[in-house]
C-alpha cells in the first residue's frame, strides 16, 4: 500500500500534552496524503506498488488479510476500504508503544485543533497515561468534569455511554479512542468509571457534556497580590496574557501568584514568553534528539514583571508547556514553586498534517534549563503543600500569599 507524503514540512512547535479536550507533548512538522475512498474529502490513493526504498518489506500477508476480510466477510456494509486503510495505519503507529505516538483521523484531527482552540463539547478534562493506565490529568476550571469532583490524578478504568451503546474497559486502550468515547455533542451523558488514591474501590460518575468555552487567563487580586491563573497554552493565551499583563502593571502589586494549577500545556512558544516576562536571559527550555544533541530556545518575553516577587502555583495536573515555564522559574531563582510534585510530560511530538488527517510522533524530549528531565516523575516543588478539599480555604495559595508577604 502507498501513501503519497509530499514533503511540506512546516515547523510549528507545539507542546502536545494529551488529546481530549486538549492536545498535549510537543508537535514539529506537516506533510500530505491521499486516499480514495467513497465519503471521505481526503483522498488516499490505495496502491499496491511497493516503492523501491521499501523492498525488503513483505506485504503479502497484508494484503492477503485485506482480500480475503472484502472477499468473504458476511457483512459487506461493514467492510470500509477508508476506515480500513485507518485502522491498518493506526495499528501500525501504535506498534511503537508511545501513547503519544498516536495517528488522528479527520474528525480527531479536527477536534484536536479545535480543542487548542478553547472552544469544543464535552466535559472538560484532559486526559493521558500514567504509566499504561489512562488518567486525568486535569478538569478545566468550571466545565462539567470540575463541576462533577472529577480530579486530576484519577484513573479512567472505564467509559460508558448509552446513547452510543458504549461500555468500554480503558485497558489497551489508544488515546484516541479514549477521547471518542469521552467526546460528544452537547446534552448527552458520558459516565466515567474511576479510582481515586484513597478511595478503595472504582466509582462511577454520570457528567452532561457542553459546550465548553475555555479562556486562557484569569485575574483577581488578593488584597496587595495579583493572582494570575494560567488554565492552558491556546490559540488566544497571547492577546489574554498581554491584557492581564497589562492590568497587572495598573494593579502595581506588591507580588504575584502565577496559577499553573490544571494546566495542561499547549503551545511551547507560549510557554516560553510567559517565563520571558520574568526572566531575560538564558533558556526557557532544552530540546534534546535521539543522538542527544541539546538545543535551547532562549526566552523571548518582554520582562514586564522582572521585578515583581513572584510565587508559582503547580499540582499534579501541570504538565508540558506549565511544567516548562515553572522548571525554567526553578532553575533561575526567580520563583519559589509552591505545591504538589507536576504531571511530568517530558517529550515532543512532531505534528504532521495528512490531509484532514494528522499524526503525531514523538522526535525528542525537553528538558529544564539545568538539565532535569521531568518525564514521569514530574517537577517537585521547593514548598509541597497539599490543598484539602474538605476545607473552603485554598491552602496552596494561603501558603504562597505567607511567601509574598
Do not use: C
Amino acid at each position: 500500500m502507498k501513501l503519497t507524503l509530499p514533503k511540506i514540512r512546516l515547523y510549528t512547535i507545539i507542546l502536545i500534552l494529551i488529546v481530549v479536550s486538549f492536545g498535549g507533548g510537543v508537535w514539529l512538522g506537516k506533510r500530505d496524503v491521499s486516499l480514495q475512498a467513497e465519503g471521505l474529502k481526503s483522498k488516499i490513493t490505495i496502491s499496491r506498488n511497493i516503492p523501491e526504498r521499501h523492498a525488503d518489506v513483505d506485504f503479502n500477508l497484508f494484503w492477503e488479510v485485506w482480500d480475503r476480510l472484502e472477499g468473504s466477510y458476511f457483512d459487506k456494509s461493514k467492510v470500509d476500504k477508508a476506515k480500513m486503510v485507518y485502522g491498518a495505519i493506526s495499528g501500525m503507529v501504535s506498534a511503537v508503544g508511545d501513547p503519544y505516538t498516536v495517528f488522528l483521523p479527520p474528525e480527531e484531527q479536527k477536534r484536536t485543533k479545535e480543542d487548542l482552540g478553547g472552544e469544543f463539547e464535552g466535559v472538560g478534562i484532559q486526559i493521558g497515561f500514567k504509566g499504561t493506565q489512562l488518567a486525568v490529568i486535569a478538569p478545566l476550571e468550571g466545565t462539567p468534569a470540575f463541576k462533577a469532583d472529577v480530579k486530576a490524578g484519577d484513573y479512567i478504568v472505564g467509559i460508558k455511554d448509552k446513547n452510543k451503546n458504549l461500555e468500554l474497559g480503558t485497558v489497551g486502550v489508544s488515546l484516541p479512542d479514549a477521547v471518542n468515547a469521552i467526546r460528544g455533542p452537547a446534552g448527552t451523558a458520558v459516565a466515567l468509571i474511576l479510582t481515586r488514591e484513597g478511595v478503595d474501590k472504582p466509582f462511577e460518575v454520570e457528567i452532561v457534556r457542553e459546550k465548553i468555552d475555555v479562556p486562557s487567563v484569569i485575574l483577581t487580586k488578593e488584597g496587595e497580590i495579583s493572582h494570575l491563573k494560567l488554565l492552558k497554552f491556546g490559540d488566544q493565551t497571547d492577546g489574554e496574557w498581554d491584557k492581564a499583563i497589562a492590568n497587572i502593571k495598573k494593579q502595581n502589586p506588591k507580588g504575584l501568584i502565577l496559577d499553573l494549577r490544571n494546566n495542561p500545556g499547549g503551545y511551547l512558544n507560549g510557554a516560553v514568553t510567559v517565563a520571558g516576562e520574568f526572566i531575560t536571559r538564558g533558556n526557557a527550555v532544552l530540546r534534546e534528539d535521539s543522538k542527544g544533541t541539546r538545543t535551547g530556545i532562549a526566552v523571548n518575553g518582554k520582562g514586564q514583571l522582572i521585578n515583581t516577587p513572584l510565587v508559582v502555583l503547580v499540582n499534579k495536573g501541570s504538565a508540558s508547556a506549565s511544567e516548562i515555564v515553572a522548571g525554567a522559574l526553578k532553575d533561575y531563582g526567580r520563583a519559589k514553586i509552591v505545591g504538589t510534585k507536576t504531571f511530568g510530560k517530558g517529550t515532543i511530538q512532531e505534528s504532521i498534517d495528512l490531509g484532514e488527517a494528522g499524526i503525531h510522533i514523538t522526535t525528542e524530549r525537553w528538558l529544564t534549563p539545568n538539565g532535569t528531565w521531568v518525564n514521569t516523575v514530574g517537577l517537585t516543588p521547593d514548598v509541597e503543600v497539599e490543598d484539602d478539599v474538605k476545607t473552603e480555604e485554598d491552602e496552596q495559595v494561603e501558603a504562597a500569599l505567607q511567601l509574598l508577604k
